[in-house]
């Protein structure tokens, strides 16, 4: 990401290839497993850059009050993802579906998670429709369903929102709640082949000022970069990341067993981990429905939805997606502090353990730590 | 039905509470076991004619080339149909959405299928939005599924196609054929609850001409009179039936069995039925999927899809819908020849048969009959 001269009709920052790099890689941190593989989201928007020329990003301040701000994104279970690629034309059916039945144009485009995929398939969009790219996204992070964002916590409607898929087919919806946005998004999603592009919680450059989290792609950038830089700099990289985002090493081990099915609309399913090194004689239970949802050590919470539990290759350092994980792997866990607006009690509500069917309570990761041991009740 | 003046701009016939009536009980023969419940249906359409007066039938050839027919229909399992009533406010957000996706307005409304709902749900919509009704459908009967119309038929997309629940969700769908719409149509139906309203097959009064079945509102009304008028002179109902349907009896007995089950947004099942009288020592099975679809006895098909085989109490010459057919009931059953178009190459590979799975060829009702023995292979 390249600084630019601001204002609101200059670009403020211009993606170049190396910040597309940066921005997949980091995303999928913040994906805690879920969002998408980085790898193809990473060929596609390098493509579209290519092709379509550089895409610009904007704050939200830098934006009219009225402009219309349309996040995009793939619906699906990563399983998926991972083996049915866009047509390329869905995109552009489901802006312009949302824009003609508002009757305005889209000023700018925003990624409504973080994920491999969810942060450089708005890139390929912005690309594709000349549009910029806002620096933020709905959840900080990537959660598995529609109403878990900010812009629901902060009232918005999901609707009008359209989905397309592959074939050419196209779904509009307008609902009288965000939990049926969901629901009739996702039967319409399995019912395409288990992915879908989709454009959704249209809202002014005002409203999304007070409802999205704003800086996410800088962030993803800036996570990306610190690991490749430490790479090519022969630096730990484990060091680097939890310097980058202020996480705290949970776990390390090998996955000795992996559960997974594909159901509903998710990926669902539980990776257990044997401790190694000073973890050994432990064991780390990871459950997910497409993203991390909760970490036990030995059956006790130590790290929990909202905060973000990435699995990373021991060696590499690379993220391992919840469809990516399996036997053998030698992982190391980590735990990062959630964007604040989660934490609140109507956050906590939407995203926190008890809302994925757990029957315990949140606690913030540093808490955990700070402890010097896992939570117990 | 009352005969108006004619021309394009006046009144051909009015619908009057006794044709209401009528058409109800006849549409529901027509909808050969499903097409919805006539009770409901007629209630609801007398309380919209007296709220907003009568409702104009017209023909196709009376409306202007262009001029936009958009047929209107109540989606679903018949099981959940008679226990989930419409808010009322479906049908106009429906057909609003598909004008205002096409930028026109409807100059007609059209039923999609006949059946007890199923014609009087679009002399409803015509009364609330003050637009006639063409005397037509798609199917000339009820058939289970979208692609199994004459529009689908003649080419027509069903496309875009709105489907609205009674908690005020709206799903709008424009799909790369007919098979898609009915795929993406059940899902969302089912999700949303089991039923829906939907317009859809929005056509232009010429490709209406050419792709409709003309004349089911008046073959409905007259099957229903004629049912009602012998009652009132105390004739014999099956009589008027057969005559005024050409339709065979095809069995008589006391249901000995009823296997149900509503899946897949279907009501599909098995009745069983004993014969009594001339029928006694034989069996007949009715296989259905929300409308009838094969009669056979003792083993051997003797009426088919896309022949109407309807079921009627034995006493009162009462149609027999499949969600209410029970154990003990006594009841005749009847076939009726279909629409001609259904009888061609490409009608029996979309409704013969074969096309719902069963392995053996359509055979004429007639001809099972003219042998003098049911069709053996």
Same mark, same amino acid.
């Given at each position: 990401?390249?600084?630019?001269?601001?204002?609101? +009709? $200059? *670009?403020?920052?211009?993606?170049?290839?190396?910040?597309?790099? +940066?921005?997949?890689?980091?995303?999928?941190? /913040?994906?805690?497993?879920?969002?998408?593989?980085?790898?193809?989201?990473? /060929?596609?928007?390098?493509?579209?850059?290519? &092709?379509?020329?550089? %895409?610009?990003?904007?704050?939200?301040?830098?934006?009219?009050?009225?402009?219309? %701000?349309?996040?995009?994104?793939?619906?699906?279970? *990563?399983? !998926?993802?991972?083996? @049915?690629?866009? $047509?390329? @034309?869905?995109? &552009?059916? %489901?802006?312009?579906?949302?824009?003609?039945?508002?009757?305005? *144009?889209?000023?700018?485009?925003?990624?409504?998670?973080?994920?491999?995929?969810?942060?450089?398939?708005?890139?390929?969009?912005?690309?594709?429709?000349?549009?910029?790219?806002? +620096?933020?996204?709905?959840?900080?992070?990537?959660?598995?369903?529609?109403?878990?964002?900010?812009?629901?916590?902060?009232?918005?409607?999901?609707?009008?929102?359209?989905?397309?898929?592959? @074939?050419?087919?196209?779904?509009?919806?307008?609902?009288?709640?965000?939990? =049926?946005?969901?629901?009739?998004?996702?039967?319409?999603? !399995?019912?395409?082949?288990?992915?879908?592009?989709?454009?959704?919680?249209?809202?002014?450059?005002?409203?999304?000022?007070?409802?999205?989290?704003?800086?996410?792609?800088?962030?993803?950038?800036?996570?990306?970069?610190?690991?490749?830089?430490?790479?090519?700099?022969?630096?730990?990289?484990?060091?680097?990341?939890?310097?980058?985002?202020?996480?705290?090493?949970?776990?390390?081990? @090998?996955?000795?067993? %992996? /559960?997974?099915?594909?159901?509903?609309?998710?990926?669902?399913?539980?990776?257990?981990?044997?401790?190694?090194?000073?973890?050994?004689?432990? !064991?780390?239970?990871?459950? #997910?429905?497409?993203?991390?949802?909760?970490?036990?050590?030995?059956?006790?919470?130590?790290?929990?939805?909202?905060?973000?539990?990435?699995?990373?290759?021991?060696?590499?350092?690379?993220?391992?997606?919840?469809?990516?994980?399996?036997?053998?792997?030698?992982?190391?866990? !980590?735990?990062?502090?959630?964007?604040?607006? =989660?934490?609140?009690?109507?956050?906590?509500?939407?995203?926190?353990?008890?809302? #994925?069917?757990?029957? #315990?309570?949140?606690? *913030?990761?540093?808490?955990? &730590?700070?402890?010097?041991?896992?939570?117990?009740?």
């Amino acid at each position: 990401m390249r600084g630019g001269a601001g204002g609101p +009709d $200059s *670009p403020r920052t211009l993606l170049d290839p190396d910040a597309i790099e +940066d921005l997949a890689l980091g995303a999928t941190i /913040l994906g805690t497993g879920g969002g998408g593989d980085p790898y193809l989201g990473k /060929l596609m928007a390098l493509q579209a850059v290519a &092709e379509r020329g550089p %895409v610009r990003v904007l704050r939200v301040e830098d934006l009219p009050d009225d402009g219309l %701000v349309l996040p995009v994104a793939m619906m699906g279970a *990563p399983t !998926v993802l991972v083996e @049915k690629v866009p $047509s390329g @034309k869905e995109i &552009e059916t %489901v802006v312009r579906t949302v824009e003609r039945r508002l009757g305005r *144009p889209a000023v700018a485009l925003m990624s409504a998670e973080a994920g491999g995929l969810n942060s450089t398939i708005p890139v390929v969009a912005a690309a594709q429709l000349s549009l910029p790219l806002l +620096d933020a996204d709905g959840m900080g992070r990537a959660f598995p369903e529609i109403p878990m964002c900010s812009m629901s916590l902060a009232g918005v409607s999901a609707t009008p929102r359209a989905g397309a898929d592959d @074939k050419g087919n196209l779904v509009l919806l307008e609902t009288v709640d965000n939990v =049926w946005t969901e629901r009739l998004s996702r039967t319409a999603t !399995v019912e395409m082949g288990g992915s879908s592009i989709i454009a959704l919680y249209p809202m002014s450059a005002e409203e999304a000022r007070h409802s999205v989290i704003p800086g996410t792609m800088s962030r993803a950038i800036e996570i990306g970069r610190a690991l490749r830089r430490s790479r090519q700099e022969g630096r730990d990289a484990f060091s680097a990341l939890l310097d980058v985002t202020r996480g705290r090493r949970v776990f390390q081990g @090998k996955v000795i067993d %992996v /559960l997974r099915r594909t159901t509903g609309g998710f990926a669902r399913g539980v990776a257990t981990i044997d401790g190694l090194g000073g973890d050994a004689g432990s !064991v780390l239970r990871v459950e #997910f429905q497409n993203e991390h949802l909760v970490a036990l050590r030995d059956g006790v919470p130590v790290a929990t939805v909202p905060d973000l539990i990435t699995v990373l290759d021991s060696d590499s350092c690379a993220p391992i997606t919840t469809e990516g994980i399996r036997y053998g792997q030698r992982v190391t866990v !980590v735990a990062i502090p959630c964007a604040p607006v =989660w934490r609140s009690e109507a956050g906590l509500r939407v995203v926190g353990p008890r809302a #994925f069917g757990y029957d #315990f309570d949140y606690r *913030p990761v540093e808490e955990v &730590e700070a402890d010097g041991a896992p939570h117990r009740d």
